[in-house]
């Protein structure tokens, strides 16, 4: 449930660093081909990104987080 969309754009969430410690940033992304509920993400994301997969539905742009593995 890594995708989420407001007014029809696709973004996910990533593990950022900012002044006030590890926060979400929301990172709108390209859609490919689907297959069943998983999406292939063809834009919007770096090598390395760290991408919020769980505890989605809860999250704004700058809400503090602790990434976990």
Known sequence: LAVTRIGG???VYVV?????GTVA???AVVL????GNDYAVTG???RGDKVI????????DGAPVQPTR
């Not at 950022?16 to 006030?20: E, R, V």
């Not at 490919?32 to 297959?35: F, Q, R, S």
């Open 9 to 11: 754009q696709p973004f």
């Open 16 to 20: 950022a660093s900012s002044d006030k």
């Open 25 to 27: 940033r929301q990172r």
């Open 32 to 35: 490919g081909d689907t297959l």
């Open 44 to 46: 919007g994301l770096q």
């Open 53 to 60: 997969v769980s505890g989605t539905q809860f999250l704004i």
